[in-house]
């Protein structure tokens, strides 16, 4: 959330002898920079600092990527997950994010607890993405809320 201040800084910075490597990452399209009224440009960011970056293509994770990485995460974490339960959070993570799916398996282990097992199943990552929503799904409700009709 830079503004145009510190985008001049950069750009000096760049100049100088012992130039810095800078990193930014943005997930901003066309739009104003901070700092100015009007002035638009890709990523929030001036075009002539634009034009000395080399700019990385990314892409959201597949749901076989989001997979392995929840199954890492609970092995990091010593949690047990069902086969369907890793697939069911995995298809969580696809539809919303990686983090949401992330954060929902410290409370469905804890779910599982309650039942007694050991192991998170399919219906723990349900009971708790039910319990729990995503950014999506609460601007949703609050959205509902404001008109009049809640949930």
């Known amino acids: 959330m830079l503004d145009i201040e510190c985008f001049t800084y950069l750009n000096r910075a760049l100049e ?33 600092l634009l034009d000395r970056m080399l700019i990385v293509r990314t892409a959201p994770y597949t749901k076989s990527e989001i997979q392995i990485i929840l199954d ?8 047990k997950l069902s086969a369907d339960a890793l ?19 410290t409370p469905a282990n804890i779910m599982a607890q309650i039942s007694g097992r050991t192991e998170i ?14 950014a ?11 008109s009049g009709t809640f949930m």
């Open 16 to 48: 100088s002898n012992i130039s810095p490597i800078v990193v930014l990452a943005s997930n901003r399209g066309l739009c104003t920079i901070r700092g100015t009224e009007d002035l638009r440009a890709p990523h929030g960011i001036p075009r002539d």
């Open 72 to 79: 890492i995460r609970a092995k990091t974490e010593g949690l």
């Open 87 to 105: 697939d069911y959070a995995a298809s969580i993570g696809a539809q919303s994010s990686l983090r949401y799916a992330i954060q929902l398996l």
């Open 121 to 134: 199943q399919k219906s723990d990552v349900e009971e708790t993405g039910d319990l729990f929503y995503d």
């Open 136 to 146: 999506k799904k609460s601007v949703t409700v609050l959205q509902t809320a404001s």
